[in-house]
Every structure is written in structure tokens, then in C-alpha cells.
């Protein structure tokens, strides 16, 4: 049995190539590194779904369309509204928004995908807007993605610099291989089901805390630590009392994520326009050296590097996000991926549907004529 | 590369086991047609739940509890509403509904599985009269679950004979094996993600075509054979255009498939009430062995015997079913199924991750200094 699925090539794919050895990440065919600081959240989500990076006029028709498609049907917002009022987790609110987002549509796989992309930030938005007791934000479609994002959180227009560093993030963390909610997806749709059935259990997936993606204890780490001469006995006595040091190691890198480098400079930008987002970018630095110098000594030959949790939190935490909402807005970057796999999955149409061993009892009669 | 992980061993289970070599399905110990026809619904779902069969005051205790979860929060029920409105399908809206039943209650295993039983023949009964310009009964306590989906869907109690025919039915179809919709469900949680969330993907799971569980075409074939003597020319013609023969073959059984016999016998039974339905299942029995006969001369080899579909066409239509209730029917029996393979692999808190082969281009680069 291979447990897990533990190395297991389950698919072909053209959207992503983790190498962990190595430590590369290809999107469809672009490092990560070259692709996702540079390029607008649309481009990115067009290249995935369509294999090319559009033409200026495509780009422009690309984002015309997601920008169309934003304001959320009465019933999906209706159920937005009562999520945030019975005070249910953001990915709860999610997985129960998202499936309505068919109500009122033909099944279309690239239409189905567009709705779903264009509507995440607005479900995320609404719902932390409404649960902090302010009103949702209009959408508006004088906005590119990521900035329209910020808008329904904050309900003021962001900074080119701000929209520039959640593009980034949302670029970064837009496809990965075969996750388990990008696996999830296409299993799901691999029976010919629909694209937004398919987002819908990724988004259930990605809600599970194994799937990774919960950079916010990376805070409570670098405020619990306070200052860099604090750090190295800090790490120490987490190690001896048997704790895992959060935003370190991963389940296929062996080397430094590469996503971290992007976010790492990302945040670094970012943190110039505040003195306290400067502290705790250069804290978090200073950290993160003591702590591989540590995981060395500690755990030698484990090779726990910095992963794209560490710099996730400091990216988001600059722009003004809350922890509790750092797993709904990897959603909002993912959703390209997911759609993207989905219809690639389409395209294979052949069941996803491995064998189990049955370990239980045989042979049992029930007592007399009935159970 | 194992397309569709065909053959590959995913996991270990105590829950149920396919044999397709020798046509043989076991339920938690007991042999689908030992079990299926005598024990409740409510035996059954805690077999699979707990492993073995209730004690009578367990059961009865088992059966409140289920009971006392049957009405579905305003939330729930403002979805239900809109779906039937909208006409979205049937697995549509129970993929809508499905997800707001965590709304209001604290996350614990058993109890979404309690939940998600009770309220499944709640959510599809409301749908469907509310579809069909009814308005929606109020659930009831004092009814077994099999019992209970039939007076959702009918607003009356039915006779005891109707009640039987169904729950050998959704008894039936509990379990099998690690099929799409439940293998969805595991990938889900197996990052530690809820009973909720598993569920609302097997929904969607199941909601596509090769999922199987579309018995409505056989109907479809038995209306257009008309009489016995027309189905030798009726099923030779069909395989001469190149169509498949709905009810027959199947990708695991290379014999009978157990549940056949199962839902025919109670097909046979339940036909006895209404002429109608007799000379159905008569001719449902006659086109069978015709269609073996041809089957095996036209395709020698290919072992395409009778499956599941065909004799729960002929159990739901003889309940008055409509066709296109039946997959979601289909749910309300295999739900239990789901809930117990979530908690098993909770309980092997292992993320399943298998591996993709990148196919695509590398070493892509922007034009310019933007993409």
C-alpha cells in the first residue's frame, strides 16, 4: 500500500513543476521568481488557463471579463451574511458561498471558472467586512484583481505599492503541483463533474490544517520572540520541548522554498512605508538565520529550510490583514490553479479512482431473521 | 504513471469490500444480500459507524438522535428554496444545501455524520416539492429514516412494504469500496478538514456521469423495448450503432454485481401491488437475460453482466420516483458511507498527496521588464 499516495504520480500536468531537491518552481513553463513580481494577477491566471500569457489585448478583454463577474447572486450573498453572522471560520464562509456561485447559470467549465476567480475576494471581502460589523463595499470594475480584493476588505483603494505586494503573493501562491485540495479538485472532477464542484471540495481541503497554507502562528512566533538577541535561545527551547518552529521545512522542499525569496523581497518592499512593518521585517530576517543555524545544529540532515508560510505572514500582515483571514486569501490566489487543473482534468476524462484493502471482519450473520 | 490510480492501494478500510472477480460485496463483516434486505437503515449507518451492529436500546437511542436532526436551519432552507426556483438539478442543490449544515453548530466528527444522515432526505424531499410546485412537509421524529425520505417526497406515510423497498435500497448502496465520491471525500479530510467539507465534495463527486449511479436510462430502454419480443432486434441494434447497454457492465464487477440480485428481489416484491409495475419487472427480467445472451455473443470475453443501475431503476420507479431524483436518492443511502470513511481516515491523520508528471514548457521568460 502506498500510504498517502506518498510518491505516487497520479496525473500529467502542464500548469506547475515542484522540484524540491532543486528547489524550482515552474508555472507553466516560468520560474516563479521571474514571473510572479512582474506579472499582473490576470496574466498569471490567463496563462494558466489558456498555456500562454495573453496579448495586450487579451489582457485587457481578460480582466474586463473577471471584472464583470464580481458582484456576488442575492442567494450567495444572503448565505455570505449568515456565515459572518453565526461568526463561522472564513473558510467555512467559503465552501458554503462558493457552491451557489452556479445558481442561475448554464454549467460552462471556462465561464464557471471566470465567475469563481472574479468572486473569491468578493465572498472573502463580504464576509470579513460583515464580520467586523461594517457594511459590505460595491464591487467595482474599475479595478484589477488584486486590487479590487483590498478594496472589499479595507473600502478604500489601495496604494499601487499595496496592490503591487498582494499581486505578488496571490501570483506566488497561484498553482503547486498536486496539493492535496488541487488533487481533491480533479478527483472530484474527474467523474465529468463541474468546475464549481470541483473548487468547492478544494476549498474544503484547504480548510484542513495539515494542507499548510496557516502562516499566522509565524506572528505569534516573532512576537513572542521580541527582539533578535532573543531568538537563539528562544528556538532552542522550543526544539527541547519537542515544538515544531513554524514557517520552517516542507514536504518536498529540501532546500529553501522558492516562493520564500519572492515574498521575502516582496515584504522587504513593503515594509519601508512603516517603521513597525520595518522591525518586523528585519526581526524576521535575523530569525530566520538563527533558526536554520539552529535547525542545523538541532536536526542535522533534516534540511528545514525557510518555507512560503514564513514570509506569507509578513507579506499579509503589512498590508493590514488579519491572521484569521490568511488561508481565505491563499484561496483567492489558488482558485486560478484549482479552475486551471480542473479543466485540464476535463480534458482527460478518465475516472480518478484507486483501490483499498479491506482490513475488516467477513463472514458475520445477523442474529435470527432481522438484524 | 498510473492513470486514474488504477490499481494502486490508497488506503486500508474496515468498511467495505468489493469483489469482482467473485461478485461478492461485504459490509463492515456481512454480505451485502444478508444484510441489505433485513436490517434498518438506521443498523446499518451504525454498523458503519461504529463497527458493529447496535444493541436493540442503542438502536433505538441511534434512531432519535438521527431523528431529532432532520429539520434543516433557515439558512438550509432559504437555499433549498432558491435551487428549486433557480430549476438547478437535484445534486446542485444538495451541493448548495450541504455545506450550510455546519452553520450554528460546533465542528465534532460524529455529529456532522448524524447531521449530514438526518438531513439528507430533508434537503432533497423539500428541493423536489418545492420543484414541483408543492410546498415542502414538516419533517417528522415518529418516522424511520427510509420511512421519512418517503414522506418528504410524497407528504404521506407510506405502507410498510414501500418503506422496506427503499431502505434495502439506500442499505444497498451504502458502501463500496473506495469509489470516486468517497475516495474525494478522504482526500478532503485527509488534511484534517471536517465531516462537512468531505461530504459536500462527494457530492460533487457524484454528481458527475462516470461516477455511475444513473439508473434513469434504463428506464429509458425498457420504455422503448416495449415488449419482450422486440429486445433481441432492440439490443443487437444498439450494439451495431456502437451504444452501450444501460444496466450492464461494470468497472470492478466482472460477474453479477451483488446488488443486483439484492434490488431485484425487492423490485420483484414490491411490483406485486400495481399491475403497472409487475409487466415492468417482468420485462426488465426478460430483456435482462436477452441482453446477457446477445451481449456475450456480440462481445465475447467482456463479462458485461447485469449492474446495479438496472434494478434500482425498476426499485425507485415502483416507489413512484421520478428519474431524475434518483441520484440524489442515491445520496441519501450512500451518505452513511461517506461519514464512516471520513472518520476512518481521520483517524489515519496522513495527507494524501500523490505526485504529478510536469509535462509542460521551462525556462520561459517575460518580455521586457513586464510580462
Redesign the interface.
Known sequence: ?????????????????VDGEAGRL?I????VE??AP???FE?VAYLLLQ?R?PEPSEHVRFMQDLAGRRALSR?AL??VH??AA?K?PPM?AL??AV??L???REENPVDDAMTAIASFPTIVGTYWRVLNGRGPVPVRSDLPHAAHYLHQLFGAEPSADRARALETYLNTVCDH?????T??AR????????V???V??A?????????GGAPGPVLDMLKDIKSADRAEAWVRNELKVGRRIMGFGH?VYKVRDPRAAVLSKAADELSSAALENRQLYDLARSVEQTALKVLDEVKPGRNLRTNVEFFTALVLQALGLEPKSFVATFACGRIAGWCAHVIEQHAE??????????????????KG???
Request: no cysteine.
Open positions: 500500500m502506498a500510504e498517502g499516495l506518498d510518491g505516487v504520480v497520479a496525473t500529467a500536468t502542464r500548469l506547475s513543476d515552474t507553466a513553463g516560468y520560474a521571474d514571473l512582474y506579472a499582473s496574466e498555456g500569457l442567494a444572503a448565505v449568515e456565515a453565526a463561522v467555512d465552501r458554503m457552491p451557489i452556479s445558481l442561475g503541483g498536486l496539493n492535496a485540495s488533487f481533491a478527483v472530484i472532477v474527474s467523474t465529468r463533474s463541474d464549481i464542484s470541483g468547492t471540495g476549498v474544503g481541503a484547504l480548510k484542513g490544517p495539515l494542507h514536504r476524462d478518465h475516472l480518478i479512482r484507486p483501490q483499498s484493502d479491506y482490513v475488516g471482519p467477513r463472514g458475520l450473520k445477523l431473521g432481522s438484524a
